[in-house]
C-alpha cells in the first residue's frame, strides 16, 4: 500500500468512528504513521484529505453497482438503488454527511458517478416509454429526494425514527416520475412520456439519421414539450 492510500484508509477508520463526524489531520498522520507535511503535499489541505477519503468510502458502494447485473425490469433496479442508497447513509452516517456538505468546494467525484449511474437506470425506463418527465430531470427528483431522507434519518433520527419513511418517499417519487401500467394518463402526460422515449433512443439510432446540428435542434424541441404550456 502507498503512502497516498494509506492516509486516506486511515482518515476513513477515524472518520467512520467519530462522534463528531470530523477528523483532525494531525490524529490521520498518527494513524497513518506520516508526518503532517507529507499529508499536505498529497492532498493540498484538510478539504482535499476530506475529498478523497469520501471518494474511497463511497467507492466501495458504487463498486458493488458497476457489477450488478441489470434485472429484466428497470423498475426493480431503481428501487433497489434507492434502497441501498439509504442503507449506505445509515452505515456510513459521517461519509454521507461529509458527501453533501457545503463546507467542501467541488462535489466529490462519487457524487457524479452516483448520479451517472441513476441516469442510466432512467434511460432504460424512459426507452420503454415509462417516464413522465425527462430522464434528467427525473434524476436530480430521485436524488434529492433519497439524499433528504437519508440526511433526515442520520442527522435527526429523534424526529425520523422509523427508516419505513424511506420507502414511503420512494414509492411517492417512483408515482410521481412514472408512466405506471394500467393507470390512465393526461393527455400531457402521454406526450411527455413519449417526448423522454425518444430522447432516450436518439443516441442508439445507428447509422445517425441526423447530422450534429439537427441532433441538437431534435433535443431541444423534445425538452420543450414538459416546460412549455398545457397540452390537454
Same mark, same amino acid.
Request: aromatic residues 6%.
Given at each position: 500500500?502507498?503512502?497516498? =492510500? ?10 467512520? !468512528? ?7 489531520? !494531525? ?8 508526518? =503532517? ?39 426493480? $433496479? ?105 393507470? $390512465? ?17 436518439? $443516441? ?29
Amino acid at each position: 500500500m502507498d503512502t497516498k =492510500q494509506a492516509i486516506i484508509e486511515a482518515a476513513a477508520e477515524l472518520l467512520a !468512528r467519530s462522534p463528531s463526524g470530523d477528523v483532525s489531520t !494531525r490524529g490521520v498522520c498518527e494513524a497513518a504513521g506520516v508526518q =503532517q507535511p507529507v499529508l499536505y503535499r498529497l492532498f493540498g489541505d484538510k478539504e482535499g484529505l476530506l475529498a478523497a477519503t469520501v471518494d474511497h468510502v463511497w467507492d466501495q458502494y458504487l463498486g458493488t453497482k458497476r457489477v450488478a447485473e441489470k434485472s429484466a425490469d428497470p423498475l426493480e $433496479d431503481l428501487r433497489a438503488g434507492w434502497d441501498s442508497h439509504t442503507a449506505f447513509a445509515l452505515a456510513h452516517p459521517n461519509a454521507y454527511k461529509l458527501m453533501f456538505a457545503p463546507t467542501l468546494r467541488s462535489a466529490p467525484e462519487a457524487a457524479r458517478e452516483a448520479m451517472r449511474i441513476l441516469r442510466e437506470v432512467l434511460e432504460r425506463l424512459a426507452a420503454q416509454g415509462r417516464l413522465r418527465v425527462p430522464a434528467d430531470d427525473a434524476a436530480r427528483m430521485v436524488m434529492s429526494a433519497n439524499t433528504g431522507v437519508a440526511l433526515s434519518l442520520i442527522t435527526r433520527p429523534a424526529l425520523y425514527p422509523d427508516a419505513g419513511l424511506s420507502t414511503l418517499v420512494r414509492d411517492a417519487i417512483h408515482h410521481a416520475i412514472l408512466v405506471e401500467g394500467g393507470v $390512465d394518463t393526461s393527455a400531457r402526460d402521454a406526450r411527455v412520456a413519449a417526448a423522454s422515449t425518444l430522447l432516450a433512443s436518439l $443516441d442508439g439510432l445507428t447509422p445517425a439519421p441526423f447530422t450534429p446540428a439537427e441532433s441538437g435542434l431534435l433535443e431541444e424541441w423534445l425538452e420543450r414539450i414538459p416546460a412549455d404550456g398545457p397540452f390537454d
